[in-house]
């Protein structure tokens, strides 16, 4: 048996075993790598270590942080909680209307925040209450939050493109426009699998808000409203790069917490950053650990070998995207976005790029489809959080958010049949 053929076997058992024991993420990775390179008769600690390093030493990943922290100061600053706000007065009245407060939220939120996350948990703290106590099965309204959560990596800004980005080398900000039109798509989408979840419903529906009053909360989220449009617009003019728009997020979610809305106080600021330097550890542990298998992955050429098994398919790109949705699909149920980008992006896209697929449309399907994995159980992260907070069992959740699982599986083939939805809007933004 060739070295390179023991280094896959190794990568695949490795993981396997590892996921299986429960190990953490970054740390299966790691001793993935560690195995490949004793495979392959490349054992040298000191090369362990500087891919280690090398996995985060990238100028464009400082977005992540700073995009947790504005995340982490939105649900703390009440940012998120004017969004909602704001959509229950508009559409809360109509029949099942705090489903369409949810995904009019999740909308709004996905353009602040770019983590499924921050939305689940501010979503669930906010909103599943109210719903519960307005008669709405709380398994299809834990379903519909988790699914309009999953939104959040897709419409920019969005840490998910950013991480992306920089492991494929794909414009960012090109990632971040190809978001835009099939978030909205998303959302829309959502209506549709919610007025078709109505029909088994009888739920009582909030009092009309005074038109006087529906201004006056608009008035007061204005400010939150103002957060994308200044960092999709200050992307889109050029007057800051990807990176630096995470900082401005930051700034502003900040500012506008202390000063504007005085929801937070001094004293949180501490517990907010650490929050946020938490799960930002988590994060780049996984890129460091990334880097390190991906590096074996080149030395084996296992990209080779994949290319190899799809070379039959390259002459047909909708067929080859199709297969490689379906592979995407089944690998979402066991891994996180994150993982899943760091770990298979690098090796598909040159076979992509072969075919003669767009690599931005490919990145966007590619984290749409892993997004999707963040409600697949038995993994499933949005899923959990949407359970923690609700404080229900994760069964009941699985079980709700099933119709819109389908609904977004469906939106996924048809940008596999149509890829023009994606490009179109693209190039007529850029």
């Given at each position: ?5 023991l280094?896959?076997?190794?990568f695949?058992?490795?993981m ?6 429960g190990?953490n ?14 495979a ?19 100028f464009?990943?400082l ?26 007065a ?7 209307g ?14 602040m ?5 921050a ?7 906010i ?18 939050i ?5 939104i ?9 493109f ?16 190809s978001?835009i039109a ?7 989408a ?5 007025r078709?979840?109505?029909r ?16 006056r ?19 889109k ?5 990807p ?9 502003y ?12 106080r001094l004293?949180?600021i501490?517990?907010?950053l ?19 298998a991906?590096?074996?992955i ?8 994949l290319?190899?098994?799809l ?8 067929l ?11 690998i ?24 003669g ?8 399907m ?30 009941q ?16 083939a048809l ?6 939805l994606?490009?179109?809007?693209v190039?007529?933004?850029?």
């Amino acid at each position: 048996m060739s070295s390179e053929a023991l280094a896959f076997i190794v990568f695949i058992v490795g993981m396997l075993a590892l996921m299986g024991i429960g190990m953490n993420m970054a740390l299966a990775l790691v001793l993935t790598g560690a195995g490949m390179a004793w495979a392959l008769n490349f054992w040298d600690t000191q090369l362990l270590a500087q891919n280690l390093v090398a996995g985060v030493d990238s100028f464009p990943l400082l977005a992540v942080p700073f995009f947790i922290l504005a995340g982490e100061l939105m649900n703390t600053g009440g940012i998120s909680k004017r969004i909602i706000d704001m959509a229950q007065a508009w559409v809360g009245h109509i029949h099942g209307g705090l489903g369409y407060v949810a995904i009019g939220a999740a909308v709004l939120l996905s353009a602040m925040s770019g983590s499924a996350l921050a939305d689940a948990a501010a979503m669930s703290s906010i909103l599943l209450p109210m719903m519960r106590k307005h008669g709405y099965p709380v398994a299809t309204s834990a379903g519909l939050i988790a699914a309009g959560s999953v939104i959040g990596p897709i419409i920019p800004p969005s840490m998910a493109f950013v991480i992306y980005g920089v492991t494929t080398n794909t414009s960012i900000s090109a990632l971040f426009l190809s978001g835009i039109a099939p978030g909205l798509m998303m959302g829309a989408a959502l209506v549709v699998a919610w007025r078709l979840a109505l029909r088994k419903m009888d739920v009582v529906g909030e009092p009309p808000v005074p038109v006087k009053e529906r201004m006056r909360i608009t008035g007061r989220a204005l400010w939150a409203l103002l957060m994308p449009v200044i960092i999709i617009g200050g992307m889109k003019s050029g007057v800051f790069t990807p990176t630096e728009a995470a900082v401005v997020a930051a700034f502003y979610a900040l500012a506008v917490s202390l000063f504007v809305y005085r929801e937070m106080r001094l004293a949180e600021i501490g517990p907010v950053l650490v929050r946020a330097a938490k799960t930002t550890a988590v994060v780049m542990f996984l890129c460091a650990g990334a880097q390190v298998a991906s590096y074996m992955i080149t030395l084996a050429d296992l990209p080779a070998v994949l290319t190899g098994w799809l070379g039959p398919l390259v002459e047909n790109p909708r067929l080859l995207m199709a297969v490689m949705m379906v592979v995407l699909v089944l690998i979402g149920t066991a891994l996180d976005l994150t993982p899943t980008i760091l770990i298979f992006a690098p090796v598909m896209l040159p076979i992509a790029v072969k075919a003669g697929i767009d690599p931005v449309y490919f990145g966007l399907m590619f984290v749409l489809n892993g997004s999707i994995g963040l409600v697949t159980p038995p993994v499933g992260t949005v899923l959990n959080v949407v359970a923690g907070v609700g404080r229900l069992p994760l069964l009941q959740v699985v079980k709700g958010v099933n119709p819109f699982l389908v609904t977004y599986v469906l939106i996924l083939a048809l940008f596999v049949v149509f890829p023009q939805l994606v490009t179109a809007p693209v190039a007529w933004m850029r």
